[in-house]
């Protein structure tokens, strides 16, 4: 397996992300409540759709040895990714750009740190599920393609994308200077490779735990959604734009998955 190709498939998120930062060298303004709502309706989509085709779904095939008893890594991952992002929402002190008030426990930090830090953690099972994937291609899994997990790098970088944007906009509306809020959106997303060199990792240490990681990523994943983003983008809603841009998101990670996988 060609080093490079896993090098550059795990960076691609992390540039969606400095990128969308990037934003607010450019805008002046940070972004409508629309438009927000619109971003985190199109991220919630193509969560929902690389929880389903690149990590469950394999998990299961993978799984299949088992005969009848294939879904029990699935399941036992999905409900081990949900209650590790719920403990981390509990002790890690956090707060979402469109909420006043904080989660976790009670902290002294600066809000624009706990901005950041809110960010950080929803990047978590995304660096997850391309390095549970990634792992699947250097173990030779033959239900895991090299086009397959390229598409689902490329569909969690669209949607980092508005996440970047979403994050330093906000530091600089709260009177951070745009390069320090550019550094900040970047550094969110730093998380995202180290998590998926961590469970490359791990899969590599016991080969037979890779069902078990895919679908734990996929449980994370599923965690931010349900807990944040469809709360966020279903907020006042009058023309349903964050429905459709979830369903556009879907479409798309859906057809990036199954035409290159």
């Not at 691609?12 to 002046?28: D, E, N, Q, Y």
């Not at 629309?34 to 991220?43: H, I, Q, S, T, V």
């Not at 320090?180 to 469970?199: D, K, N």
Request: aromatic share 6%; glycine share 10%; hydrophobic share 55%.
């Amino acid at each position: 397996m060609d080093k490079y190709a896993i090098a550059q498939g795990i960076l691609i998120p992390f540039l969606g992300t400095s990128l969308g930062a990037a934003c607010v060298l450019f805008l002046k303004r940070v972004l409508s409540p629309l438009l927000e709502k619109a971003m985190n309706g199109f991220a919630a989509g193509v969560m929902v759709a690389a929880s389903v085709w690149s990590l469950l779904l394999p998990s299961i095939e993978q799984s299949e040895p088992m005969g009848k008893w294939a879904f029990v890594p699935a399941a036992a991952g999905f409900a081990g990714g949900i209650a590790f992002l719920l403990v981390l929402d509990h002790v890690i002190p956090h707060l979402n750009a469109n909420s006043k008030r904080e989660e976790g426990p009670k902290s002294k930090m600066k809000r624009t740190t706990m901005l950041v830090l809110a960010v950080t953690l929803h990047n978590i099972p995304e660096g997850m599920a391309v390095g549970a994937v990634y792992a699947g291609l250097l173990a030779g899994n033959q239900k895991i393609t090299l086009m397959g997990a390229m598409a689902l790098s490329i569909g969690i970088a669209i949607q980092n994308f508005p996440e970047g944007a979403i994050i330093s906009l906000p530091l600089r509306a709260e009177g951070m200077k745009k390069g320090r809020a550019f550094l900040c959106g970047v550094l969110s997303g730093t998380v995202e490779p180290v998590g998926a060199l961590l469970t490359i990792w791990a899969a590599g240490m016991i080969v037979p735990v890779l069902p078990y990681l895919l679908s734990f990523a996929a449980g994370a994943m599923m965690y931010v959604v349900v807990d944040e983003l469809i709360p966020e983008m279903g907020q006042e809603q009058r023309i349903n734009t964050g429905t459709i841009l979830f369903a556009a998101g879907f479409l798309i990670m859906m057809v990036l998955d199954v035409a290159l996988g």
